[in-house]
C-alpha cells in the first residue's frame, strides 16, 4: 500500500509539473519506467545525504586553465567543460537534466522541445544542482569536450534513450556521455545501458565541485 501511495504523490508531481502526459490505465511497460523513475530518486537521495553527512565531500575544481589556481570548492561552476546535473523535472524515464558548460554564460543542453542547442548557464534556477568534473583529465580536455557537445547544435532530441552509440540525435546525459567517451575515453555510463543523469554523478570517473 506504501509503495502505491509514493507511485501516486510522484505522478502527481509530474502531471502538475506538465512533464508527463496522463495515462488511464497501467501496464507492464509503465509499472518498469516507474520502477526505474523510483530507483534514480533514491540514487539522488542517497548523493544528497552523503553530501549532508560529509561522507561525500565537495571538492575544488581543476582550474579555469591547466596550471591555475583550482577555484574554490563549492563554487558556482563557470568553467567549460564542467557537468551540470539537475534531479529536477523528469522526461520519460530520465529524472532530471544533465548539460555541459560551455562558457561562463552558456551551456550545451538538448530538450524534448528543441534538441540541442545552447542556453545560459543559470542553472542555479533548478532547487538541485551537482557540478561535477572528471578525474585525469586537463581542463583543456574538458573544453575540447564542451567544443564536441557544440558541434551538435541542431539535432534532434534521442527519444530512444537505449540507443546510446547514435550521434545523429541526442538526449541530455547522452550529450555528454558521447562527448567524454570520444574526445576523452572516459566512459561516464556508470550503470550500463542508458546513460541517465545521475550516472554522470555517481561514476568513479567523476568528483563533485558543487551541490545546491
Same mark, same amino acid.
Given at each position: 500500500?506504501?509503495?502505491?501511495?509514493?507511485?501516486?504523490?510522484?505522478?502527481?508531481? /509530474?502531471?502538475?509539473?506538465? /512533464?508527463?502526459? &496522463?495515462? &488511464?490505465?497501467?501496464? $507492464?511497460?509503465?509499472?518498469?519506467?516507474?520502477?526505474?523513475?523510483?530507483?534514480?530518486?533514491?540514487?539522488?537521495?542517497?548523493?544528497?545525504?552523503?553530501?549532508?553527512? @560529509?561522507?561525500?565531500?565537495?571538492?575544488?575544481?581543476?582550474?579555469?586553465?591547466?596550471?591555475?589556481?583550482?577555484?574554490?570548492?563549492?563554487?558556482?561552476?563557470?568553467?567549460?567543460?564542467?557537468?551540470?546535473?539537475?534531479?529536477?523535472?523528469?522526461?520519460? &524515464?530520465? +529524472?532530471?537534466?544533465? =548539460?555541459?558548460?560551455?562558457? &561562463?554564460?552558456?551551456?550545451?543542453?538538448?530538450?524534448?522541445?528543441?534538441?540541442?542547442?545552447?542556453?545560459? !548557464? !543559470?542553472? *542555479?534556477?533548478?532547487?538541485?544542482?551537482?557540478?561535477? *568534473?572528471?578525474?585525469?583529465?586537463?581542463?583543456?580536455?574538458?573544453?575540447?569536450?564542451? !567544443?564536441?557537445?557544440?558541434?551538435?547544435?541542431?539535432?534532434?532530441? @534521442?527519444?530512444?534513450? *537505449? !540507443?546510446? @552509440?547514435? *550521434?545523429?540525435?541526442?538526449?541530455?546525459?547522452?550529450? +555528454?556521455?558521447?562527448?567524454?567517451?570520444?574526445?576523452? =575515453? /572516459? @566512459? /561516464?555510463?556508470?550503470?550500463?545501458?542508458?546513460?541517465?543523469?545521475?550516472?554522470?554523478?555517481?561514476?568513479?570517473?567523476?568528483?563533485?565541485?558543487? $551541490?545546491?
Amino acid at each position: 500500500m506504501k509503495k502505491i501511495l509514493v507511485s501516486l504523490f510522484f505522478s502527481v508531481i /509530474l502531471l502538475a509539473g506538465g /512533464l508527463i502526459p &496522463s495515462v &488511464s490505465h497501467a501496464s $507492464s511497460e509503465s509499472v518498469e519506467e516507474e520502477k526505474i523513475v523510483l530507483q534514480q530518486l533514491e540514487a539522488f537521495d542517497k548523493i544528497d545525504q552523503e553530501i549532508k553527512s @560529509n561522507t561525500m565531500e565537495i571538492q575544488a575544481d581543476k582550474g579555469v586553465k591547466d596550471g591555475d589556481v583550482t577555484v574554490m570548492a563549492g563554487t558556482y561552476p563557470t568553467r567549460k567543460g564542467v557537468i551540470l546535473v539537475t534531479k529536477d523535472g523528469k522526461y520519460g &524515464s530520465l +529524472v532530471g537534466h544533465a =548539460g555541459i558548460i560551455y562558457s &561562463s554564460t552558456s551551456t550545451v543542453e538538448s530538450f524534448p522541445s528543441g534538441g540541442v542547442g545552447t542556453y545560459s !548557464n !543559470n542553472w *542555479t534556477k533548478y532547487s538541485t544542482v551537482y557540478g561535477v *568534473t572528471t578525474r585525469g583529465t586537463t581542463a583543456t580536455q574538458d573544453a575540447n569536450v564542451a !567544443n564536441r557537445a557544440y558541434s551538435h547544435r541542431g539535432k534532434a532530441y @534521442n527519444w530512444d534513450f *537505449t !540507443n546510446i @552509440n547514435t *550521434t545523429s540525435k541526442f538526449y541530455c546525459s547522452q550529450l +555528454v556521455y558521447e562527448g567524454y567517451k570520444t574526445i576523452t =575515453g /572516459l @566512459n /561516464l555510463n556508470q550503470g550500463g545501458g542508458i546513460v541517465f543523469p545521475i550516472d554522470l554523478v555517481q561514476s568513479s570517473h567523476t568528483y563533485t565541485i558543487y $551541490s545546491k
